[in-house]
Every structure is written in C-alpha cells, then in structure tokens.
C-alpha cells in the first residue's frame, strides 16, 4: 500500500523571480515518490507564499504540516544544505526529530539528497544574481557621474534639487496653461476655491490625487520659493530656442 506524501520546495526569501533549479527539485521529489512508494499528493512551494502572501517561511511550513498531519502523510524535500539555508524549516525538522513524552508526529521529514544538476542549476542562478547586483551598481554610479547636457540638468545639479522635487516642479509646470499659472491666475481667492477650479479643470496633483485645501496651500508656498521661479525661468528660456 502507497504511503502518502506531500512535496516541499524551498526558494529564496527574498527572491524576486523563481530559481531555476526548481524545476530540478520537482522532479526529484517526484521521481524519489515513484521509486519509493509514495502517493504524492501535492507539491507545495515556499517561494509562492513570500511573493503572494508578504508572510514568513512558516506561514507555508506551518500550513504544510497541517495537510501532512491531517492525511498522514511524510513531507519529501531536497536536501539543499547551505545552499538553502532556512532556520524556520530547519527547526521544525530538528523538532521533528526529538521524541518527546506523549507526542509523536503522525508524519515525518524526508530529505532527498540534491542530483548534482539542482546544484549546478543554483550555482548558476548564484552567480546570474551575483552579476546583475554588480551591473546594477555600476548602472547607478555611471548614472550619478554623468554630466549635466541641458541648463536646466546642471542648475538642478548646482542647486542639488532631489529626484521628487524636481519632479514636482515638472508637475507644475506642465501643460499648456501650468498647474502653478492657474494658481497664480487665481490669487485672492480662498484655498477652497483654487482647488475646486483645478478639480474643475481635471487637474491632478503628482501624486495623482484630487485637490484640496491643503494640498494648495502647500503647492502656493512651493511656488514662492526662488527654486521654482528659478526653474520656470530656465523652462521658459528652454522653450524660446525651440
């Protein structure tokens, strides 16, 4: 009679897209079922649970052992050793192993030794993270070494004005009548009202949201500052040599 089995595939925790020795580990696990006479149920993966799910290793762990425990049945997974190293599954597979007075598991861990290919298919994914991290801070440090073509790219380089704020001042400036000369165009008017007017007028803040009181009066004093009459100045300028 077949004993029954679920399948256990441990990923990374914090990768972004699937290893490629997962497909190894499948068929592993399917493959030590065959020979071995398990009936495999299902197989679960870790990895799944961490992108989905945002929880911990334990959350799949823990929602395996449940199905193992209702059904009797072993869990089968690839010994990956320290190429998987997980302290959530490895202390429930060191529990597993200590018999305790009146509690004994109604099923139990199987590791399956790693085929040299789920290796190689780890050391490769290794080394492919390894290079995308060194190119990805390399792109980084070419990015902020790169010199200023346009005057508006080396006043904004000079005056050290950041990523959001310049975009903000893009924002504002944008369209055929800006953001910021609606609102200058409506000076003496309450904050209510400004904002009732760009609604109107189905513009949007840069965060993509509807105006309010709030959010114009802190757009007015970022238009006062002299950053900004600095930038629309250049953004005119720009505009004329076109």
């Given at each position: 009679?077949?004993?029954?089995?679920?399948?256990?595939?441990?990923?990374?925790?914090?990768?972004?897209?699937?290893?490629?020795?997962?497909?190894?580990?499948?068929?592993?696990i399917e493959d030590y079922a065959d020979a071995n006479g398990y009936d495999?149920?299902?197989?679960?993966?870790?990895?799944a649970k961490f992108s989905l799910a945002g929880k911990t290793g334990a959350y799949v762990l823990a929602s395996t052992l449940k199905r193992c425990t209702a059904d009797k049945a072993d869990l089968l997974y690839i010994d990956l050793g320290r190429w998987r190293r997980n302290p959530v599954f490895a202390s429930?597979?060191?529990?597993?192993?200590i018999e305790?007075?009146?509690?004994?598991?109604?099923?139990?861990?199987?590791?399956?030794?790693?085929?040299?290919?789920t290796l190689e298919a780890v050391e490769r994914q290794a080394r492919l993270e390894k290079y995308e991290e060194s190119f990805r801070i390399k792109k980084i440090k070419n990015r902020a070494d790169a010199k200023p073509t346009t005057p508006l790219q080396q006043w904004k380089?000079?005056?050290?004005?950041?990523t959001k704020r310049f975009k903000n001042f893009r924002h504002l400036y944008a369209g055929m009548t800006?953001?910021?000369?609606?609102?200058?165009?409506?000076?003496?008017?309450?904050?209510?009202?400004?904002?009732?007017?760009l609604n109107k007028e189905i513009y949007l803040t840069v965060d993509g949201k509807r105006w309010n009181r709030h959010n114009v009066r802190k757009t007015i004093d970022l238009i006062a500052t002299d950053e900004f009459q600095e930038f629309v100045t250049l953004c005119n300028e720009a505009r004329k040599d076109l």
């Open positions: 009679m077949a004993k029954n089995a679920y399948g256990y595939i441990r990923g990374r925790r914090h990768s972004k897209k699937w290893a490629p020795d997962r497909k190894h580990q499948r068929r592993q495999l149920i299902e197989v679960f993966i870790e990895e429930f597979v060191a529990a597993s192993k305790k007075p009146g509690r004994r598991y109604p099923y139990k861990f199987v590791g399956i030794p790693a085929e040299r290919a380089h000079d005056n050290e004005i950041g800006p953001i910021y000369q609606s609102i200058e165009d409506n000076d003496g008017k309450s904050m209510r009202e400004i904002a009732d007017l």
